[in-house]
């Protein structure tokens, strides 16, 4: 039921023409994350364990520009990242450009997301292959190389997957140097340099960041490690409840916030409502919204969410200082009622 209704917002959004874009693609990405799990056999047997305690692997297909979970796994831990992300691409909507980190490269996916004429941008490891190495070393902002299947695991997994081994995928590499001097390098099937100039793809990738800042507000202000049941099938019905509860509320933040930078004009910075408080006052209202649906109460809700609001100052940068030995929580991130 939660999977139906996040797929009917979600269409609901593309009839309205409510998509935010970057180009013209819509800008996803792909992550997973290990979830804890309730102390009960039964989940340690379905998912597995880490450190002697179950924990299963959820993952992602991440909307950065709207901030909407678009599918969501939750699997047992021996279902590597690559698979999951595999899974996600069948539910990957057209003209998308889809953001990986460096835990993700693998000739097979290469060839896959080619099959299926998916754009992509990939941060590579600096040792991935020879290819990687020699552009690293000629100091080059960009240049187009050719990947292909070298070793016998690697032609393997094209077969299992059902792509062609001897394929040989055509990438553009560019080189991204970071203020602290660490240089990555970002592979992409946008080979057109004209109208994907090499300067944009430092933000561009930085952008998949709204992917790992969901997570810590999937298990931080969401609460998502604190089941509600201690069976397979309670635990995946949380987690669904979970992103149809925060794509609903960061929808609703979304569209109110033209009136609020109406309202907030006169302030020095630029306000948004606050995703805490938004959630928390949701909760109280999302059955009944379903149940009884009415202007009135929507209305009342949406003023509740334009009163609590929090500063956006972009572009902020702190070293970290705990305080504290790290625990499961992030120290500073309130949870919701």
């Not at 094209?158 to 040989?168: Q, S, T």
């Amino acid at each position: 039921m939660f999977e139906a209704l996040n797929q009917a917002l979600q269409q609901q959004l593309d009839a309205l023409g409510l998509r935010r874009t970057w180009r013209g693609l819509r800008l996803l990405a792909i992550d997973g994350s290990a979830v804890h799990l309730p102390l009960e056999p039964g989940l340690e047997r379905f998912f597995g364990q880490h450190h002697e305690l179950p924990m299963a692997r959820l993952s992602m297909l991440y909307d950065v520009l709207n901030e909407q979970a678009l599918h969501s796994l939750l699997v047992p831990l021996d279902v590597g990242e690559r698979g999951c992300a595999q899974l996600h691409l069948d539910q990957a909507p057209p003209h998308s450009l889809i953001l990986f980190d460096r835990g993700y490269p693998a000739q097979w996916l290469f060839a896959l997301l080619q099959q299926q004429a998916c754009q992509f941008v990939m941060r590579l490891p600096t040792g991935y292959n020879p290819e990687v190495e020699a552009f690293l070393q000629s100091g080059q902002a960009e240049r187009d190389v050719t990947f292909q299947a070298r070793h016998w695991d690697s032609r393997l997994a094209c077969d299992e997957v059902g792509v062609d081994a001897k394929a040989r995928i055509r990438l553009r590499l560019v080189r991204v140097e970071l203020p602290t001097g660490e240089v990555e390098v970002l592979a992409t099937s946008l080979l057109d340099a004209d109208c994907f100039p090499a300067t944009e793809f430092k933000d561009l990738y930085h952008r998949r960041w709204g992917i790992e800042t969901d997570y810590r507000r999937q298990k931080q202000t969401l609460r998502l490690e604190n089941f509600s049941g201690r069976t397979v099938t309670a635990v995946k019905q949380d987690v669904l409840a979970t992103q149809l509860l925060r794509n609903l509320a960061l929808l609703m933040m979304h569209l109110e916030q033209p009136r609020i930078d109406r309202e907030q004009a006169h302030r020095k910075l630029r306000w948004r409502a606050n995703v805490t408080q938004g959630v928390s006052r949701l909760k109280d209202t999302l059955v009944q919204l379903f149940v009884r649906p009415g202007i009135d109460l929507m209305a009342a809700l949406l003023a509740l969410l334009r009163r609590g609001l929090s500063a956006i100052r972009p572009g902020r940068r702190f070293p970290r200082k705990r305080r504290r030995q790290a625990t499961r929580g992030c120290e500073g991130y309130k949870r919701t009622r």
